[in-house]
């Protein structure tokens, strides 16, 4: 996601008690990516859409107005990774097939998004 004042990074990852996801997809994180060394900034990342035991891959990124800008996604209902075709556990961690738009509300203004129409 491209602000005027950095780059942010949306993305999922190992290691946040998501095992139960196949490929790890789910949660949805933001944080903002340090433009000398290319990696993300681990103290700004944040939970931007929950697991619930679904994959959220697929998702995309808009910036709406120079105070805001969105990132949409949908829980893939593919069943567990250990057996993809039962929707039985995954269901019992609460997927039920949701669709998420998330507000991200800039405290400083983007000079890269368009202007309120």
């Known amino acids: 996601m491209t602000h005027s004042d950095g780059l942010f ?3 999922t ?3 946040a008690n998501n095992d139960e996801v196949i490929r790890h997809r789910a949660p949805l994180f933001l944080a903002q990516v340090d433009p000398d060394r290319l990696c993300v900034l681990r103290e700004t990342e944040r939970v931007l859409i929950p697991n619930r035991g679904a994959q959220l891959g697929n998702f995309g990124t ?3 107005s120079p105070s805001e800008s969105w990132v949409m996604a949908a829980e893939g209902m593919q ?3 250990k057996n993809c075709m039962d929707l039985t556990l995954t269901e019992a961690r609460g ?3 949701r669709v998420y738009l998330a507000r991200i509300q800039w405290k400083q203004p983007n ?3 368009p202007a309120a129409v």
């Open 79 to 81: 069943g567990d990774a």
């Open 95 to 97: 997927a039920n097939n």
């Open 13 to 15: 990852r190992r290691g």
């Open 62 to 64: 808009v910036n709406v």
């Open 111 to 113: 000079r890269l998004a």
């Open 9 to 11: 990074l949306t993305y």
